[in-house]
């Protein structure tokens, strides 16, 4: 059973940079041929945004409209990848969630981690 | 860029059947046929309900189907649960291995 959880502070400061993790159990990172690791980010009261994915070689794709303020990584030895937000503002605060892309054929998200609030205050 | 357009409520009575239509704007969007459909009750992840348009992942049940005309796909529930009201969204491939999400339709069992 393919598992995901995020973790990472819950209270990020204006200007500075958030940064969450997402470690996979059940399923290795390092062989998902086909399967791209993404963060999904949902404001309180409104709808999911994509913020963008990595394979596993590193190859990396974002939202064009955040893309100049994310960096998503990934660690195969410790099966997780990250994300990093930088210059953040109050419009950044909202559940964070990491999942898998299944591309291996279809397009879906199959495996969600639980989503975690990152608020951005000062 | 695409955007994805839903309606932002939809209602029905136990047993009815509803439909949730999902339209695409725009050009980037790499093929209409990669469309998925998710449900998300508050405070909880979303889960996949459809994928490819049409097709159901195991353990969903059959009351759930997809379909797509044109740039519009649709999801329809059929004999509609009070366990149904959720919040429903579409989302698509717009290639270079990107998705984009439509803005969300909150279902109301009456």
């Known amino acids: 059973q393919v598992q995901l959880q995020e973790s990472g502070p819950g209270l990020v400061k204006p200007s500075e940079t958030l940064s969450l993790t997402c470690v996979v159990s059940?399923?290795?990172?390092?062989?998902?041929?086909?399967?791209?690791w993404g963060w999904i980010r949902q404001p309180p009261g409104k709808g999911l945004e994509w913020i963008g994915n990595i394979y596993h070689s590193g190859s990396t794709y974002y939202n064009p409209s955040l893309k100049s303020r994310v960096t998503i990584s990934v660690d195969t030895s410790k099966n997780q990848f990250s994300l990093k937000l930088s210059s953040v503002t109050a419009a950044d605060t909202a559940v964070y969630y990491c999942a898998r892309l299944d591309s291996s054929g279809y397009y879906r998200l199959d495996y969600w981690g639980q989503g975690t609030l990152v608020t951005v205050s000062s | 860029q695409s955007a994805l357009t839903q309606p932002a409520s939809v209602s029905g009575s136990p047993g009815q059947s509803i439909t949730i239509s999902c339209t695409e704007t725009?050009?980037?969007?790499?093929?209409?046929?990669?469309v998925s459909w998710y449900q998300q009750y508050p405070g909880k992840a979303p889960k996949l309900m459809i994928y490819d348009v049409s097709k159901r992942p195991s353990g969903v049940s059959n009351r759930f189907s997809g379909s797509k005309s044109g740039n519009t796909a649709s999801l329809t529930i059929s004999g509609l649960q009070a366990e149904d009201e959720a919040d429903y969204y579409c989302c698509s491939y717009v290639g270079s291995n990107n998705v984009v999400f439509g803005g969300g339709t909150k279902l109301t069992v009456l």
């Open positions: 725009g050009s980037d969007v790499a093929s209409y046929d990669y």
């Open positions: 059940g399923y290795s990172i390092s062989i998902s041929s086909g399967y791209y």
